[in-house]
């Protein structure tokens, strides 16, 4: 099996602005949440199964996978893909969850759901926020006796080519993207 990377962070964290990076830096970026909501029985009993082996088979495809629900499939991926390449990025809890609340509208679609566990976010703030945390923690726990398969970048701090690049063994000079940043 070919080496990948697998952007593992949360939406709102930068997933976007670090998918156009890949991609000026030739790497062709995957994101299946599209045919991932058409394609899944989001009722069989063994979802969770289903969703990692759609995802592991959708990354065949690509150098790249980015997006939902990536950050919940890091082990499927590595046991698939070894000596493949995370990248975690991430941000401030509370402002990767006011930046959430603006971008998504309140109801869940079936694979936010899934990976929230509750069908909105109002209401359910403490409990996004635990996840993200939560989340977060258990993948550098999972990395951290092989940091050089981990990078984790916050791009709302200013990581960007250096860290990108560096981690890659790649040269690039341009500025780096930011995607979506209106939107934050």
């Known amino acids: 099996m070919s080496q990948k990377i697998f952007c593992i962070g949360f939406q709102k964290t930068g997933t976007s602005s670090l998918a156009r990076a890949l991609s000026l830096l030739g790497y062709s970026v995957g994101d299946g949440v599209k045919e991932l909501n058409a394609g899944m029985d989001w ?3 063994d979802l969770e199964a289903r969703l990692a082996g759609f995802m592991v088979d959708f990354a065949q495809n690509f150098d ?3 997006d939902s629900p990536c950050a ?3 082990r499927a991926f590595d046991q698939a893909y070894p000596d493949s390449k995370f990248i975690l990025t991430k941000r401030a809890p509370e402002a990767w969850l006011e930046s959430y609340r603006r971008y998504f509208p309140d109801g869940n679609n079936p694979l936010r ?5 509750v ?3 109002t209401g359910n703030e403490a409990h996004y926020l635990a996840l993200y945390q939560r989340q977060n923690a258990e993948i550098i726990e999972y990395f951290k006796d092989r940091p050089e398969d981990l990078l984790v970048m916050d791009l709302s701090k200013g990581d960007g080519w250096q860290e990108l690049v560096g981690f890659l063994g790649k040269d690039f000079l341009k500025p780096f993207p930011h995607v979506n940043k209106g939107k934050r």
């Open 113 to 117: 759901r899934w990976m929230y566990g």
């Open 64 to 66: 790249a996978l980015q």
């Open 119 to 121: 069908d909105r976010l």
């Open 43 to 45: 009722q069989a009993p």
């Open 72 to 74: 919940f499939m890091y």
